[in-house]
């Protein structure tokens, strides 16, 4: 076995293993069971160092992160001997923003010998290609709004605060923070319903795509629909894309306009 995965809660992983040829080995953080998956290795940010050493011994040589976790705090009561020596640059990355964090991580793997692979890379066929997955098209008020999508996306990038924004009518009318996409959805005025606002979602400048690459699935189209919107946009390539047949289907029965869209598009 030379694949481990770090599974977080959603589908991600469980498709990203029933992909290999081979059973990967499965590591799980502390009170974060992976949706049908059975976990091989459990641990915690105070015990990283020792499942590094674990990896290493069971013959493990590729990882690759994928699902979601909630980003840990340190208890120092419960380090490990094998941890300790990695304290400084785990201060470094709660210091830092989900990037820099995140790169801070995938160098400790890299460091230690491992080569950290992304999930699409593992399953390329997650990533949406260019292209409208919907019935429904999007008209021209919808692509301007998509552009001014991108355009705050792109502004938004230096700050580290999120991968999503809603417009509407060439408004902002929401942007994701650390709280997430269901968040941002879930807490919309009243006043984007009626306006065929859209949710734009893609990478950040810098974005650390071997662990952290934009996904949205069923639940994703579900919530955009609930928030009273007209369309899910996301940016070809650069977005995981789960169960996107589903992903089509409930955006037909909602209406709504599913679109994998190229920078730049009108």
């Known amino acids: 076995m030379t694949l481990a995965l770090v599974a977080g809660r959603g589908r991600l992983p469980v498709e990203v293993a029933a992909a290999q040829a081979s059973p990967p080995l499965i590591c799980a953080y502390e009170n974060v069971p992976p949706e049908g998956l059975e976990v091989d290795l459990t641990f915690r940010l105070e015990t990283l160092g020792t499942l590094l050493v674990a990896l290493g011994e069971r013959g493990v040589t590729q990882v690759c992160f994928c699902g979601a976790i909630d980003r840990p705090e340190l ?18 990355a709660l210091a830092a923003g989900d990037n820099g964090a995140l790169q801070i991580l995938k160098e400790i793997f890299e460091q230690t010998g491992f080569e950290v692979l992304g999930a699409d890379s593992l399953l390329p066929d997650l990533v949406a290609e260019q ?9 021209a008020q919808m692509r ?6 991108e355009a705050v996306l792109a502004g938004l990038a230096p700050l580290d605060i999120g991968q ?10 929401g942007v994701e923070t650390a709280a997430g996409t269901d968040h941002l959805l879930g807490t919309l005025p009243e006043t984007v319903r009626g306006m065929r606002a859209i949710l734009c979602k893609g990478p950040k400048f810098g974005q650390i795509r071997e662990i952290d690459l934009p996904t949205i ?11 009273g919107l007209a369309g899910v946009v996301v940016d070809a390539g650069d977005v995981i894309v789960l169960e996107a047949d589903r992903c089509a289907a409930l955006a037909d029965a909602f209406g709504l306009v599913l679109w994998s869209r190229s920078g730049g598009t009108e």
Request: contains cysteine.
């Open 164 to 173: 999503a924004c809603v417009i509407g009518a060439e408004q902002v009318l």
């Open 75 to 92: 208890d120092p009561a419960k380090l490990d001997a094998e941890t300790l020596p990695l304290v400084p640059l785990f201060q470094q």
């Open 131 to 139: 292209g409208v997955l919907s019935e429904a098209w999007p008209d």
């Open 144 to 149: 301007r709004d998509a552009a001014r999508g």
């Open 217 to 227: 699935g069923p639940a994703t189209i579900e919530a955009a629909h609930r928030a």
